[in-house]
């Protein structure tokens, strides 16, 4: 079966970086890309990105571009996403998930990583 | 603000009809496929509709999906109080070249 398992959770100061991890299994790696997903306390979902499985190539909103890079680790079948310079409101549950969000939906999704902003 | 609307919560009781709209423009909704979603309190979201109309393996045919024009709209019928979860709506949005959720619907089942 599909799983998608993400790392722990991670408190960082303002100005940081921080990097989750989203480790999949059950399926071809390289047939499907991942999107990151995050959602804020109390808020809705937000897409940050997509990255593929296959060349590793990506696609970033708008908001967020100069500020994250996402990457795909083939060899160990996980995608990896990196946001610089946080802020009080990156604080927030970040959900990788399986696809492109157009045809298909994503159709898997990790388990969530809270990440916590704080001074 | 969310790019694609939809009401911010919806209630009925156990056994009715419910549906909740998801409305956008032609540049999101008018001319892509749309996801809903469930995530039950506590929970990563859960695909329920794909493709507008297309149930993954799993999900009952109490859920169903449609879109007329601009708008699309999610259907559970024969609520159950495990229904209780806020709902999202999620297309391809191709002048922000991004995708776009709805705010989400908060269903209550009294």
């Known amino acids: 079966q599909v799983q998608l398992v993400q790392s722990g959770a991670e408190v960082k100061k303002p100005g940081a970086s921080v990097k989750v991890s989203c480790k999949a299994s059950g399926y071809i790696f390289t047939s499907s890309g991942l999107s990151w997903v995050r959602q804020a306390p109390g808020q809705g979902l937000q897409w940050m990105g997509w990255v593929s499985g296959y060349n590793g190539n990506t696609n970033y909103a708008q908001k967020f571009q100069g500020r994250v890079t996402m990457t795909a680790d083939t060899s160990m079948r996980t995608a990896y996403m990196e946001l610089r310079s946080l802020r009080s409101d990156d604080t927030a549950l970040y959900y990788c998930?399986?696809?492109?969000?157009?045809?298909?939906?994503?159709?898997?999704w990790g388990q969530g990583t809270l990440v916590t902003v704080s001074s | 603000q969310s790019v694609l609307t939809q009401p911010p919560s919806v209630s009925a009781a156990p056994g009715q009809k419910v549906t909740i709209s998801c409305s956008g423009s032609s540049s999101n909704v008018g001319d892509n496929y749309v996801s809903w979603y469930q995530q039950l309190p506590g929970t990563a979201p859960k695909l329920l509709i794909y493709d507008n109309n297309k149930r993954p393996s799993g999900i009952p045919d109490r859920f169903s999906g449609s879109k007329s024009g601009t708008s699309a709209t999610l259907g559970i019928t024969g609520l159950q109080t495990g229904d209780e979860a806020d709902y999202y709506c999620?297309?391809?949005?191709?002048?922000?070249?991004?995708?776009?959720f709805g705010g989400g619907t908060k269903l209550t089942v009294l």
């Open positions: 999620g297309t391809w949005d191709n002048s922000l070249s991004a995708v776009v």
């Open positions: 998930a399986r696809g492109d969000g157009n045809k298909g939906g994503f159709d898997y």
